[in-house]
T-cell receptor, first 111, second 116 residues
Framework: GQQVMQIPQYQHVQEGEDFTTYCNSS?????IQWYKQRPGGHPVFLIQ?????EVKKQKRLTFQFGEAKKNSSLHITATQTTDVGTYFC???????????FGQGTTLQVKP | GAGVSQSPSNKVTEKGKDVELRCDPI?????LYWYRQRLGQGLEFLIY????????KSGLPSDRFSAERTGESVSTLTIQRTQQEDSAVYLC??????????????FGPGTRLTVT
């Protein structure tokens, strides 16, 4: 069946270092959403990408949607301790219409 | 305004008992989703409601799981004859509309279910 894979599963960085998580789908996506879940909290919507090759920025966060609309990335510049949490992508399949969440990338930031 | 609320926040039950979990979506949100999240794992889609109909029930893991929704408001997820593998946090989310055009989902705080 269709899968949305996220890598890496875990990432430990020193505060100030950059961080990137990648989301890859086996099929074309009509859109992709990103969510952040703080430890002990619930997922909170960050952004949605719809267009092929789209790039959106939110302060230190940069989101990209691949040209083939099968992959996406989230890049954080100069991480801070407030960035700690698990980042999930969720892709809507162009074929089946189903929304599938990736397994998440958990980010730890050492002060 | 008020966000998505879920009750109870924690539920401990004995194996074999039935449990009912409740979700109150944001007023005006026609789409409602249920997810399961096991400890340290990602989100597992269970069911999606558009209004009070469920066009996608594909994620329900077994016939012990069922869900209903009254109009465009409260939804309940029922798990019959609970098993230890059902232990997880059950998250509810709502969005303005559903279907193939996505709107951001607003998540509730979840219900932590522990089956002993």
């Amino acid at each position: 069946g269709q899968q949305v894979m996220q890598i890496p599963q875990y990432q430990h960085v020193q505060e100030g270092e950059d961080f990137t998580t990648y989301c890859n789908s086996s099929t074309t996506l009509s859109n992709i959403q990103w969510y952040k879940q703080r430890p002990g909290g619930h997922p909170v919507f960050l952004i949605q990408l719809v267009k092929s090759g789209e790039v959106k920025k939110q302060k230190r966060l940069t989101f990209q949607f691949g040209e083939a609309k099968k992959n996406s990335s989230l890049h954080i510049t100069a991480t801070q301790t407030t960035d700690v949490g698990t980042y999930f992508c969720a892709g809507r399949s162009s074929n089946t219409g189903k929304l599938i969440f990736g397994q998440g990338t958990t980010l730890q930031v050492k002060p | 305004g008020a966000g998505v609320s879920q009750s109870p926040s924690n539920k401990v039950t004995e194996k074999g008992k039935d449990v009912e979990l409740r979700c109150d979506p944001i007023s005006g949100h026609t789409a409602l989703y249920w997810y399961r999240q096991r400890l340290g794992q990602g989100l597992e889609f269970l069911i999606y409601f558009q209004g009070n109909s469920a066009p996608d029930k594909s994620g329900l893991p077994s016939d012990r799981f069922s869900a209903e929704r009254t109009g465009e408001s409260v939804s309940t997820l029922t798990i019959q004859r609970t098993q230890q593998e059902d232990s997880a946090v059950y998250l509810c989310a709502s969005s303005l509309r559903g279907g193939r055009v996505d709107y951001e989902q607003y998540f509730g705080p979840g219900t932590r279910l522990t089956v002993t």
